[in-house]
């Protein structure tokens, strides 16, 4: 009998997480799942505790493969995956045992939505909460900004909207955990893949906002653990080398979504906004860059690269002045080709 829930954890050396993990798994309320793991040949201790624990459970399979990376060594789960929906269970992350339950509910409720998004909880290695870093996802993450007061309420967010979001070069979805996926959707538009490294998630989450419906969830939550060993922690936030691939992802992932949009968008994007969100990213990391200069300095700064024709710096100042976010720029620009935001109350 085909299951329902694919539930699909990669492993690499993640021994210390793993009795947490796979207990947030058979806790769940929802139990029609099979449980899939692939292990990149652990060299802590970490195969042989997920041999074990499959001996005992029969609705799971494990299997070593080639260390494919973050996000690429969820691809081999996925692959195999038989239920209707998909969920990937990072093998250093938790979830309460309503978590997909509540996720799938909401994909049975709204069959036009390929996406079930929860709330995110942040934890430390010792399985703490981070309030700081949860009180930001729920305040001024790009989620949350968009979302407004619909933040806390169950609302469907329509594509283009959550993919266009990505130009302004943050990620709608900060943790796969907050994810249940209809295993229809890898069909339309593909697996994840390594080429830009742990990172390599932005470019799977444009592709899936541009095309798919989400259904949020507020009343559960995806973990997050934020600890040293991660595949995030080496990250450079705001590097030359992090900026070139959050370039190519969007690039990447507007050519490969092109197909599923609408054409007054689908031709804006490819012949101005693109172009001009390069631009904007540009011009906020180089702000960003001068945080430390003096008051002063900074705004020297601004106001000769307005009299040198900066369009984005005569925006940003515009922006300040009336109190707008960069989002106003894509709503904006959204409204020129017909695609309004649109957030309905589930």
Partial sequence: MTPRVSICVPNLNTRPFLEERFRTIFEQTFED????????????????????????????????????????????????????????????????????????????????CDIAHCRLRAIDEHGDEQTATTEWW?????????????????????????????????????????????????DRIGLFESRWGSIGDFHWAMRAGLVADTVHVPDTWGG???????????????????????????????????????????????????????????????????????????GALLVREILEGSIPARRYLVSRLLGRSPLHWLTQRMASAGCKPQLARA
């Fill in 138 to 186: 729920a305040r001024d993450s790009l989620f949350a900004q968009s979302s407004g007061p619909l933040v806390d309420r169950g609302h469907i967010r329509r594509a283009p909207l959550d993919g266009l979001l990505h130009l302004l070069g943050g990620t709608v979805y900060i943790s796969i955990t907050q994810l249940l996926i209809r295993r229809s959707l890898f």
């Fill in 224 to 298: 997050w653990r934020l600890h040293g060993s991660q595949a995030t922690a080496a990250v450079k936030l705001g590097s030359a080398e992090h900026a070139r691939k959050i370039d190519d992802m969007i690039e990447d992932a507007i050519g490969v979504a092109a197909a599923f949009l609408a054409p007054p968008v689908r031709r804006e994007l490819t012949q101005r906004w693109t172009d001009e969100a390069r631009a904007l990213r540009a011009f906020r990391r180089a702000v960003a860059a001068r945080r430390s200069f003096p008051a002063r300095r900074r």
């Fill in 33 to 112: 799942w099979e449980l899939l793991v692939y292990d990149g040949y652990s060299e802590d201790g970490a195969w042989e505790y997920i041999r074990g624990l499959a001996d005992a459970e029969p609705r799971m399979r494990a299997w070593q493969g080639p260390r494919a990376g973050t996000p690429g060594s969820w691809s081999p789960c996925v692959r195999e995956a038989r239920g209707e929906f998909v969920y990937i269970a990072t093998s250093d992350d938790t979830m309460p045992p309503d978590c997909l339950q509540k996720l799938v509910a909401a994909l049975d409720a709204h069959p036009e």
